[in-house]
C-alpha cells in the first residue's frame, strides 16, 4: 500500500480478511467464569438461610410459631421461648436510638450540606466518618466504661445499675449517626442548584430555602436514612449487649427508659455459646435469628425503595427541564412532604394507642388496637382540609402524651398531666410568636441551634476518642504489645490478640478479595439487567443487610458444628470473608463504573477484546477505588466481635499457632472478655481498646489517603 | 468501503434510513449535517463501535474490501484493527505517554522492546508530536493540553497501523491553533491511510476533504465530490444548509 507499511515487519502487517481466525478470543469464557465467580454470594446467602431455616424448623413445630412471637417469656432453664420481651426490647432500644440520632444526624447533615463553608465541611465529613470506623465493641466498652457511670450520676434515684434502654439508645444512636449523617447529606447535595436560586431569587434567606426548598426536595433520602439507621440499630449486637442490662423483660411502663431490656441480637450472642446442639434451645435461638433477619430485611427494602424512588425524581434529565417543569416538580415535591408529615402523624398515632393500650391490656391486644385506630384515623383524614386542620392538633396531642411519658418517669401521675398542660401551653403560646419574628431572626436561631448540633456531635466523637487515648496510652508498654496476658487478664499482654487479628485479616482477604473483586467486574463490565443479574444483585443486598450476630450463628452452625471445624482460624477467616463480601463487591463495582465509557471505546476501537480492555485500560483507571474499598472492608473485618466470638475467638492462647485449624485470641474478643469477665482490668481494657482503635483508624486513614491521591491524579 | 441500504434503530427509534455511500481509499471522505442527523451513528457503525449501544440494531450492508462488516463470521477484534477510530473528546488512558502508544501494539502481540520504541516513535512523528514529547514520554498523558491530547489519541490509534481511520469531531473540543495542526495532520496521511471525517465545520470539509457527504434526519441527502458539493450541489437541502440558510 505505502512505503513504510512494508518495512513495518510482520507482526503488524495484515491478514487480508476480517473473518474470525484462530486468534482466541477470551470474552466468552471469561464471562461465564466470571459469572460462575459472581454467583457465590447466591450460594452464600442460600446456605445461610438454609441453615438457619433448616434449624430453626424444629422450634416451629415445639413451640409452635404463635406461641414464640406472643409469649412474654423467655426462660430457657424452664424450656419457655416467647420471644416478645426481646421483640420489643430490640423495638425499644431501636426507636430510643432513632430518637437520639435524628435530631442530631439531621442537624448535622443540614449543617455539612447547606451552612457550612467548602473548607469547613471538607473537615467536618471525614470527622463524621470516623464514627462508622471505631468498632462495636469499642463503643460497647466506652458505654460500659464511661456512659454508664455518667447516667447513673444523672439518675441515681432510677438507676441502681446504670445498664439500661436509655444506655442502650444513646450508644446505638451513636452508631447509627454516620448512617444518617452521610446518607441524609448526599440527597441534600443532590437536590439541583437550580432549585436554591429559584428560591433565593424571589428573597428568601438561606435557611427559608433550606427549610422549605432543600428539605423537603431531599425528603425520600433523609427518610431513606433514617430506615438505614434503624437497620443498622437493629443488627447491632456487641454495643447493645454490653450496655442494656440483657433483662428479659417487656419495660412497666412500656416508656420507662431506666430499665433494662434485652434484645434479640444480644440474646443470640449470650446463649449461643453455652447452648446444646439440637436441643430445643439451639433451634429457638435460630428462629430467632430468622425473625431478626425478616425485620432487618424488611427495613432494608423499604430503605432501597424509597432511594430508589428519590433517584427516579433527580434523574440526569433535570438540567434540560424547563421552568414549568420545575414548577410542577416543586408542587411534587411539596405533595411528597405532605404526605410524609401525614405518615409521621400515622405514626405517633399509632405509638400513642399502642401505649395507651398497654396500660391496660396485652401487648398484642394493643397492637390490634392501635391498628384500628389508625385505620379510623386513616379514613378520616382522606382528604388534605381534615387532615391539615387535625395535623396540629395531633402534633399537639403527641406533645402532650410525650411529656407526659416523659414526667411520670420523674413525678407522679397527677404531676405529670400537670406538666405535661404546661408543656402544650407553652407550645401554643410560643409558635405564633415563632412565627412572628423576621426571617433574618429565624435564620440566625436556625443557624446556631444547627451549629451547636454539629458542636454535640464533635463533642461525643472527641470525648470518646480521647477517653480512650488518654486511659489506653499509659497501658501501652512493650510487655503488653509483645507479652502473654497473665493472671486471667489482669495483667501482662495482649501479643496473641494482635498476631490473631492480624491472622484473621489475612485470612479474610485472601478468601474475600478476589471472589468481591470479580464479582464486583462481572457486575460492572459483564452483566446485562436480566434476571440472573437480578438475582445475584438481590443476593448481595441481603447479604449487606444480614446482621454481623446472624454471620457468626452461620459459621458456628455450618462450619463449627455441621462440618466439625470446631473453633478455628479458617471458620473465623470464612465467617468473616462473607460479611465483608458485600462491601468489597460493591465499592469494585461502583470503582469500576466510575471509569467513564470514552477509555473502553479508545481501548476496543483499537481492536483490543473487552477482557483485555477490562484488564488493561479499566480496572488500573479503578485501582484507587477499588483499593479504598479493600481497606475499608479490611478495617471492618479487624473490628468485628459478634462473626468470631462462636466460630473462631478464645479468650487465652498460651502459643501463637499458624495453623488454619486452631482457635486465635482477637483484640475485640479479648477487649469484650475483659470487660465483660474480668473485673479490675480497666487499664489492660483501655489499652486493647487503644490498640484496636489504632489499627482501625489506621486503616481507614489510609483508605481515605489512597482516595484522595487518586482522585487527584486521575480527573476525567 | 461501500455501504448499502443501511438502516439502524436504536431500541425503537430508527436513527438511519437507507444510507449508501462509498469511501474510496486513500483518500478523505467528510460527513456534514445538523446536529442529530446521524454522522456519529454512522460513522461508528464503520467498526462496529455501536456494538456496544443496548437495544442497538442495524439492517443492510457495508463492505470493507469486498467482505461484509456485519457478516456473522466478522472478527470485529480484527475489524477495529484495521478501521481505527478517533473520538470528538481526546481520550488518552490514564497512563504514560510511552504505555498509551504501546497499548495497542501489545494488545495485538508485539512484545519486542525495541519494535515497540520504533513503532511509538514513527507514530508519535506522524501525528506531529514527537517534537513536543519525545523526552517526557514517561509522564501521564493527562498532563498533556487538549491539542496534545488528541494527538496523541491519533498516534496511538496509528501505532497499529489501521488502513481506514475514522474520526468523529476530532477538533470540535479544541482552539483554532490545535484544530489547523490536526488538519493538516488529515491531510497528511491521506497519502497513507484512508480517512473518513465528521465535522461540523464546512470550512475544515470544503478545506481537507475529497468527498463530501451531507445527511439530514438520518438520511444521506447528497454524496460527491467535496467540489461539487460545495459548489454546486444537486439538492436544494444541501444547499441551503451548505450557504447557512438553514432551518
Ligand atoms: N445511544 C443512543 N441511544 C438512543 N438514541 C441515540 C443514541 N445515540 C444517538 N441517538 C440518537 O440518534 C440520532 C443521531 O445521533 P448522532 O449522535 O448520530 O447524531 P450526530 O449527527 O452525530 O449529531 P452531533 O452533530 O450533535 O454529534 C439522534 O437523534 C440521537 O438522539
Ligand atoms: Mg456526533
Known sequence: ?716 | MDIVGFNLWYGEKQALFDVGMNVRKNKITALIGPSGCGKSTLIRCMNRMNDLIDGCRVEGSMFFQGQDIYGKDTDVMALRKRIGMIFQKPNPFPMSIRDNITYGPRIHGITKQSELDEIMERSLKQAALWDEVHDRLEQSALSLSGGQQQRLCIARTLSINPEVILMDEPTSALDPIATAKIEDLAISLEKDYTVVIVTHNMQQAARISDYTGFMYMGKMIEFDDTEKIFNKPSEDLTERYITGRFG
Open chain 1, 1 to 716: 500500500m505505502c512505503a513504510f507499511r512494508h518495512n513495518e515487519g510482520d507482526h503488524l502487517s495484515h491478514e487480508n480478511t476480517i473473518k474470525k481466525t484462530k486468534r482466541f478470543n477470551h470474552d466468552k469464557v471469561m464471562k461465564y467464569f466470571l459469572m460462575a465467580v459472581a454467583s457465590a454470594t447466591v450460594v452464600i446467602i442460600f446456605f445461610i438461610i438454609l441453615f438457619i431455616f433448616v434449624n430453626g424448623a424444629s422450634a416451629i413445630r415445639d413451640i409452635g410459631i404463635w406461641n414464640f412471637l406472643t409469649g412474654f417469656e423467655w426462660r430457657p432453664s424452664t424450656d419457655t421461648y416467647g420471644a416478645m420481651p426481646l421483640i420489643t426490647g430490640t423495638a425499644l432500644v431501636t426507636i430510643g436510638a432513632i430518637m437520639f440520632a435524628l435530631p442530631l444526624g439531621l442537624g448535622s447533615a443540614i449543617f455539612i450540606s447547606e451552612v457550612a463553608p467548602k473548607r469547613l465541611r471538607n473537615v467536618l465529613k471525614p470527622m463524621c466518618e470516623v464514627f462508622a470506623g471505631i468498632p462495636s465493641v469499642v463503643y460497647g466498652f466506652f458505654g460500659m466504661i464511661f456512659l454508664i457511670p455518667l447516667l447513673r450520676g444523672f439518675f441515681p434515684d432510677h438507676l441502681l445499675f446504670g445498664t439500661s434502654w436509655l444506655a442502650g439508645s444513646i450508644i446505638l444512636g451513636i452508631m447509627a449517626l454516620p448512617t444518617i449523617i452521610s446518607v441524609s447529606e448526599d440527597a441534600m447535595r443532590a437536590v439541583p442548584r437550580s432549585y436554591r436560586e429559584a428560591s433565593m431569587a424571589m428573597g428568601a434567606t438561606k435557611w427559608e430555602t433550606t427549610r422549605r426548598v432543600v428539605v423537603p426536595a431531599a425528603i425520600s433520602g433523609i427518610a431513606a436514612a433514617t430506615i438505614l439507621g434503624i437497620g443498622r440499630a437493629i443488627g447491632e449486637t456487641m454495643a447493645v449487649m454490653m450496655v442494656t442490662g440483657n433483662t428479659p423483660i417487656v419495660p412497666e411502663p412500656l416508656w420507662n427508659i431506666f430499665e433494662m431490656l434485652r434484645t434479640i441480637t444480644a440474646t443470640l450472642a449470650l446463649e449461643m455459646p453455652e447452648v446444646v446442639s439440637g436441643s430445643v434451645h439451639y433451634s429457638a435461638l435460630f428462629l430467632l435469628a430468622l425473625v431478626l433477619m425478616v425485620m432487618v430485611l424488611a427495613i432494608n427494602y423499604t430503605a432501597k425503595m424509597i432511594i430508589k424512588r428519590s433517584r427516579k425524581k433527580f434523574g440526569e434529565t433535570i438540567s434540560k427541564k424547563s421552568l414549568l417543569d420545575k414548577v410542577t416538580e416543586h408542587e411534587k415535591v411539596a405533595k411528597h412532604t405532605k404526605m410524609f408529615s401525614k405518615m409521621s402523624i400515622l405514626a405517633c398515632l399509632f405509638a400513642a394507642s399502642f401505649f395507651i393500650s398497654s396500660m391496660f391490656v396485652g401487648a398484642v391486644i394493643s397492637l390490634i388496637v392501635a391498628v384500628l385506630a389508625t385505620m379510623v384515623f386513616v379514613s378520616l383524614m382522606y382528604t388534605d382540609k381534615v387532615a391539615f386542620k387535625m395535623g396540629r392538633s395531633l402534633m399537639l396531642t403527641a406533645l402532650f402524651i410525650s411529656a407526659y411519658m416523659a414526667s411520670s418517669l420523674f413525678l407522679d401521675a397527677s404531676a405529670s398531666v400537670l406538666v405535661s398542660f404546661i408543656v402544650v401551653t407553652a407550645a401554643l403560646i410560643s409558635i405564633p410568636l415563632a412565627k412572628r419574628l423576621l426571617a433574618k431572626t429565624k435564620e440566625k436561631i436556625a443557624h446556631f441551634v444547627l451549629l451547636s448540633i454539629v458542636a454535640v456531635v464533635l463533642m461525643i466523637l472527641i470525648v470518646i476518642v480521647y477517653d480512650i487515648v488518654s486511659k489506653g496510652l499509659p497501658a501501652l508498654s512493650l510487655n503488653f504489645l509483645f507479652g502473654y496476658p497473665e493472671d486471667g487478664g489482669l495483667g501482662g499482654g495482649i501479643f496473641p490478640a494482635i498476631v490473631g487479628t492480624i491472622q484473621l485479616v489475612v485470612g479474610t482477604m485472601m478468601i474475600a478479595f478476589p471472589l468481591g473483586i470479580i464479582s464486583g467486574i462481572y457486575l460492572a463490565e459483564y452483566s446485562k439487567d436480566t434476571r440472573y443479574t437480578r438475582i445475584i444483585r438481590e443476593a448481595i443486598d441481603i447479604l449487606n443487610g444480614t446482621p454481623s450476630v446472624v454471620f457468626g450463628l452461620f459459621g458456628m452452625a455450618a462450619l463449627v458444628i455441621y462440618l466439625g471445624v470446631g473453633y478455628a482460624l479458617i471458620a473465623g477467616c470464612i465467617t468473616l470473608a462473607f460479611m465483608v463480601l458485600p462491601v468489597i463487591i460493591r465499592t469494585t463495582e461502583e470503582a469500576i463504573l466510575a471509569v467513564p465509557k470514552e477509555l473502553r471505546e479508545a481501548s476496543l476501537a483499537l481492536g483490543a477484546s473487552k477482557w483485555e480492555t477490562t484488564t488493561k485500560v479499566v480496572i488500573p483507571a479503578a485501582f484507587g477505588g477499588v483499593v479504598t474499598g479493600l481497606i475499608l472492608s479490611l478495617g471492618r473485618a479487624a473490628g468485628e466481635t459478634a462473626p468470631i466470638m462462636f466460630t473462631a475467638a478464645v479468650v487465652f492462647r498460651s502459643s501463637v499457632s499458624l495453623s488454619l485449624l486452631d482457635p486465635v485470641m482477637a483484640l475485640p474478643y479479648h477487649l469484650f472478655f475483659l470487660a465483660w469477665e474480668v473485673p479490675g482490668s480497666e487499664t489492660m481494657q483501655y489499652g486493647t481498646a487503644l490498640v484496636l482503635l489504632l489499627m482501625v483508624l489506621f486503616m481507614f486513614a489510609l483508605a481515605s489517603l489512597v482516595r484522595h491521591r487518586y482522585s487527584k491524579s486521575i480527573k476525567w
